[in-house]
């Protein structure tokens, strides 16, 4: 994308949340103008930076919020195994939301936060192929999140547009145990992702990709993310000395660790103490 950052208008669903909020300082130091949408109103606005507050299910409501934006960063919804009604309502619904309100303001850029749990019954050894994984989700959030892929493919097919499905392993400011050595996105990796998502490399095209930093312990093949210019900077191993390394992870095997378990129930939230959006 040619256009000067201070021109380029970035709509962020979810902008009250821990991703978003990570992500925001970024944004601001990089010059984008960014409207923060959420069912909550962003706290501490920046200069350029907007507050919108309602719901990605409410089509006029994203119509309103997305005229005249230049890309979109679709972090809004539920991000732990909810019921099926609730993930279909936030996830599913809010996404196809927020992509057609996209189409109707001429928006060409949409990054979708996916995740690994839309392949999280696949080896952890599968994610070092080239090739894009398959979906093979393990709850119904990582449905959901099968659903959001397919809706990018959609609209990146249908309308010509850029899209970016980007399988998160774990955000967050810094990895916080073993399995996220790993897994980890770092808040200035996830910036560098939505420079990829902005520039003209694979445009138009559905582009899912590992948003996964470039960490020593790491089990993702970035090449996908780096075709459309993904080149992430960050390794986990910088925390690892406050990481307790030495207890197994008993879910190494599978992508979706835990949650691919026998434990991890279907349709309920089972980590309800983490207050994570």
Do not use: C
């Not at 970016?164 to 400011?173: C, D, H, M, P, Y």
């Not at 138009?204 to 780096?226: E, F, I, Q, Y």
């Amino acid at each position: 994308m040619s256009s000067a950052p201070h021109a380029v208008t970035i709509a962020l669903t979810g902008g009250a949340g821990m991703m978003a909020t990570l992500l925001r300082p970024y944004l601001a130091a990089a010059g984008y103008t960014t409207r923060l949408v959420d069912l909550t109103a962003a706290r501490d606005p920046r200069p350029h930076e907007s507050v919108h507050v309602g719901s990605v299910t409410d089509p006029e409501f994203m119509a309103a919020a997305l005229k005249g934006a230049t890309a979109v960063i679709h972090l809004g919804g539920l991000h732990r195994e909810k019921t099926w009604e609730e993930l279909v309502s936030t996830n599913i619904t809010g996404t196809q939301v927020t992509l057609e309100a996209a189409r109707i303001n001429g928006v060409e850029r949409v990054l979708l936060a996916s995740s690994t749990h839309a392949v999280g019954f696949h080896p952890t050894m599968a994610a070092a192929e080239d090739n894009v994984l398959i979906p093979r989700p393990d709850t119904y959030y990582g449905v959901s999140k099968a659903a959001v892929e397919a809706l990018g493919s959609l609209y990146a097919d249908k309308y010509g547009m850029k899209v970016v499905s980007a399988r998160i392993g774990t955000g967050g400011e810094r990895p916080g145990n073993l399995r996220t050595l790993g897994s980890w996105l770092s808040p200035a990796d996830s910036f560098r992702l939505v420079e990829a998502t902005l520039n003209n490399l694979g445009a138009p095209g559905h582009h899912v990709v590992w948003a996964v930093s470039a960490n020593t312990r790491g089990w993702a093949n970035l090449d996908a993310g780096k075709r459309i210019g993904f080149e992430p900077q960050d390794d986990a191993e910088a925390f690892a000395a406050g990481v307790d390394t030495t207890a197994p992870d008993e879910w190494a095997e599978l992508l979706g660790g835990a949650w691919a378990s026998d434990g991890h129930r279907v349709g309920v939230d089972n980590y309800p103490h983490l207050a994570v959006k």
